[in-house]
């Protein structure tokens, strides 16, 4: 078996996310307490017990993911899985591709999570609130919606965002362009277009202030070449070169993440299953969809040891 192990992004979030992993392995603490050294915090807290608006700030969001992804992976590492004999690829949506790239050395713990409070705050900060959106449109086709977008844009920022799976794109940019594109898509046969509750427009043009600060951020930071390669979001491609990374990681900040083009490549190279390493099953179910790829979960601890026992 040829196995990827996936990294979830934001919109996997949940109060109590994590905790029964940090109660039943010391691996697990160890990872969320090196996170809270390192963000001079108690974010752990925020995590376990909410409450849920301090959760969902972004700049508390995209840590706090991490954390229990690789929260997750210290178990599995700690059990003997051995990342670079057993599985052959990492990736991970948006903010779950700096998980994936800790988890396969490129950064240490403490240093990616500073990278995802900087990149969280700076996101966070790029556009007033309120004067962005995005929305999910439903039963179209990339190229429809790309040109929806467009056409709804009339010289405002309205550009696809995220590219999860066929029939779900998601688009991004200034709020009155999104609703006018939402409303465009249902003329075009979307069969939903749903504005998202998200507290800013990512991975559009608006969000260039925060890709300069991450290019700052990440040109002082320490970066070792992954142990197996990362299918990168912008480009949908493996690479395992770090000063290509880092630029890649500036440039999705404002690029789209070509998930679906992601899940593509790796059934391509001979992948046949994704191990979504988090919370939630936001990605899990999205290849639920491709026959050619089988999808597993280490979130908790009932998970991580039916994925031990099937290895």
Known sequence: ?????????????????GKALYDAFPAAKAVF?????????KLSDVIFDGPEDQLTLTAN???????????????????????????????????????AL?????????????????????????VPVGEGAMAALLGLDWDTAAAVAAEAAQGEVCTPANDNVDGQV?????????????????????????MLAVSAPFHCALMQPAADAMAEALAGATMNAPVVPLIANVTATPTTDPDEI????????????RWRE??????????????????????????????????????????????????
């Open 61 to 99: 969001t995209q840590p706090a993911l991490m954390a229990v992804s690789l929260a997750a992976f210290a178990v599995l590492s700690e059990r003997g899985f051995d990342l670079a004999s057993q599985a052959a690829y990492v990736a991970g949506h948006s903010l779950g591709e700096y998980s």
């Open 262 to 311: 992601s899940v593509l490549k790796m059934v391509e190279l001979g992948v046949d299953q994704m191990v979504e390493v988090g919370a939630g099953k936001v990605l899990s179910g999205l290849v639920r969809r491709n026959p050619d790829i089988e999808g597993a979960n280490v979130g908790t601890p009932d998970e991580i040891e039916a994925f031990l026992a099937a290895l």
């Open 102 to 126: 800790a988890a396969a050395g490129t950064f240490s713990v403490g240093d990616a999570a500073k990278l995802l409070r900087i990149r969280g705050s700076a996101m966070q900060a790029a």
């Open 170 to 194: 998601v688009i991004s940019g200034a709020k009155a362009a999104v609703e006018r594109a939402a409303e465009l898509a249902k003329e075009k046969g979307a069969k939903r277009a749903i």
């Open 1 to 17: 078996m040829t196995r990827a192990l996936v990294f979830p992004g934001q919109g996997s979030q949940a109060v109590g996310m």
């Open 246 to 257: 880092r630029k890649l990681l500036v440039e999705q900040v404002t690029g789209t993440v």
């Open 33 to 41: 307490d090196q996170i809270d050294e390192a963000l001079g915090e």
